[in-house]
């Protein structure tokens, strides 16, 4: 009887074990077919590139099975940090961030690094923080110096008797892209402004005294009348303003517009491919934007954040696997004053009045009904 008893109390702890293995399998299966989550936190859609951004990047996601949860912070860093922490506490796989200010999340990201949530910095570099993980973005200071080598050759520096009016506009202090392109720019001239070929007449030769709250066409356009109030009045010609960006470019030529006395046309620089600037630059108000695809960069972030997902580590061979895309992998340039930042930098290029085909050629935009000026394809 014992033994019988013995018998059945095994079959049943066998029966229990089995039960509970199964259960912990269906459970382990349920985890693992788990969408995961991506949170995905862009500055503002002020601008019209963060709106291009952020929704090719939720398109992608969402097409590979990803949830996404996208959100506009309004280009305030307040609430860009509740919307990243509200992320975390909603339970997202990852974070990718363009940040309002770079400067001002670290105590934010010191949770995602808590709960081991990988964190990719996009487009703009997060500093002080070694949360981060990744960070996709344009040759920033290739950007600078492009703009900076179109002044060059235009005005044929290296060569010319001549000597022009130069100012700088920049971008948001908040920003650590806008040092770079302000550096890579001012490099270039230097030379030329040491050697007397060219004056700045306000000036202003710091990133600080020339940068733009928010990167806004307003606070450009403002900025801008007020160097022509001061510096430019009478018969002084202002021939170069270069730009950080299409949305600082348009309120500097729309101050021209208005409070420019001299007769010639300025050489005014950008960057992004605004469509309101493609207008400008077939117009003549505006010389040359220098475009940076952000689906492409959408594209390699996509890239990036999936290995991430799916539990690998990405690395410098990554950068060769985008095919037409053309990408730099560079550990060694880009410290957020914490670490070197692993980074996948891709390689923009000039756009001008003679070459617009090019953007049509990306998919991205058509020409209008007269075939004059560019707007973006359905």
Known sequence: MKKLLAAAAALAICCSVASCSEKKNDSQKTTSNTKKTIGIAMPSKELERWNN??????SQFEKAG???DLRF????????NEDI?????????LLLI???DGN???DTLAGAKDKNIPVVAYDRLIMNTDALTYYVSFDNLTVGKLQGEYVKNQLHLTSTTSEYNIEFVAGDEGDNNARYFYNGAYDVLKPFIDNGTLHIQSGKNTFEQVATLGWTTENAEKNMKATLASSYTGDTPIDIVLCANDSTALGVANALASDYKGSNTPIITGQDGDIANLKNIVDGKQSMTVYKNVHDEAAVAFGVCKQLLDGEIPTSKLAASFGDIKVNYDSESYNNGVRYVQSYLLVPYVITKDNLQLLVDTG???????NKYLEAAE
């Open 53 to 58: 951004d952020g929704e090719s990047l939720k």
């Open 66 to 68: 990803y949830k996404v």
């Open 73 to 80: 912070s309004e280009n305030n860093a307040d609430k860009q």
């Open 85 to 93: 922490g509200g992320m975390l506490s909603d339970g997202v796989d």
């Open 98 to 100: 363009a940040a309002v």
């Open 104 to 106: 001002t999340l670290s």
């Open 364 to 370: 991205f935009f058509k020409w209008d009904g007269e």
